[in-house]
């Protein structure tokens, strides 16, 4: 006999299922996630080793110079960057959803799931559901390391708001890599096109270093770069300085790329062959 994978021509499944049912299946699919995460705790490396590794290269590596044209020495540069890698943090664990999700596409576990009478936003809800849940790990685990290298938390609240906005934007960019992660035939790909979009967004902006002795030519592209935006408003929240252009660009950016890549990532998954 043979499993019909496809929804039913004419119906739309997600429509047939009421919120406490959508409700439901997300809860039980996070749950599902996060026993396979318990199953294989090495998917968690990355999450924990990004952190540290970074934290450790960019402050001992890069602090000394950049910090001496801050003005601050490595002890000013700490301040600066930690911040900002909060918003690298965001970017950089936001491809994992993408890259697990076509792992699942390959394995098959996701036509089991198009064949159950589930919604199907409840499956992609789930994964960014669980993805935030690693980026929130990766950035305690950020948060301890800056302390241990002389980071000043000057205002706790200023903290949560900034982690707050951070997740605010990872969950906007997961919704492109969900894509990514329907449309590439491999987790090598979705990969390599991450790695495309990620570095030149991460370098050219103020995550690692001040955008004003850059070239004109890449300061427009920092001021118009969300992650710009972002490791400002960080910045701001968490050691003093303005906060507002910053904040409602990253809110801007994150709703708009969330209207615009969440019914192409659901209606992609649905009607994927």
Do not use: C, E
């Given at each position: 006999m043979s499993t019909t994978t496809a929804p039913i021509a004419g119906v739309e499944p997600d429509a047939r299922i009421p919120l406490r049912g959508h409700l439901?299946?997300?809860?039980?699919?996070?749950?599902?996630?996060l026993l396979w995460i318990r199953q294989d705790p090495e998917s968690m490396f990355d999450a924990l080793l990004m952190p540290i590794v970074f934290t450790l290269l960019f402050v001992y590596v890069f602090g000394g110079s950049i910090g001496q044209a801050l003005g601050g020495g490595q002890d000013g540069y700490v301040?600066?960057?930690?911040?900002?890698?909060?918003?690298?943090?965001s970017m950089t664990l936001s491809q994992g959803v993408g890259t697990g999700f076509s792992q699942d596409f390959n394995s098959g576990v996701m036509d089991r799931f198009r064949s159950l009478p589930i919604g199907r936003g409840s499956v992609l809800?789930?994964?960014i559901s669980v993805e935030i849940v690693r980026m929130l790990f990766a950035t305690t685990v950020l948060m301890i390391v800056s302390v241990l290298v002389g980071f000043d938390i000057e205002s706790w609240p200023g903290l949560f708001a900034a982690v707050g906005l951070s997740t605010v934007f990872a969950s906007s960019i997961m919704w492109v890599f969900l894509t990514l992660g329907v449309v590439l035939k491999n987790a090598q790909s979705v990969?390599?096109?991450?790695?495309?979009?990620?570095?030149?967004?991460?370098?050219?902006?103020?995550?690692?270093?001040?955008?004003?002795?850059?070239?004109g030519?890449?300061?427009?592209?920092?001021?118009?770069?969300?992650?710009?935006?972002?490791?400002?408003?960080?910045?701001g929240l968490m050691t003093g300085g303005p906060v507002a252009h910053g904040l409602w660009i990253t809110?801007?950016?994150?709703?708009?790329?969330?209207?615009?890549?969440?019914?192409?990532?659901i209606h992609k998954f649905r009607t994927k062959s």
């Open positions: 439901r299946h997300t809860g039980a699919l996070i749950r599902r996630n301040q600066y960057v930690i911040p900002g890698m909060i918003a690298m943090m809800f789930a994964k990969q390599a096109m991450g790695f495309l979009v990620l570095f030149p967004l991460q370098f050219g902006s103020s995550i690692f270093a001040p955008t004003a002795s850059m070239p030519w890449l300061q427009a592209f920092t001021d118009y770069n969300p992650l710009s935006a972002l490791a400002d408003a960080a910045r809110l801007a950016w994150s709703f708009g790329i969330t209207a615009l890549m969440a019914p192409v990532a």
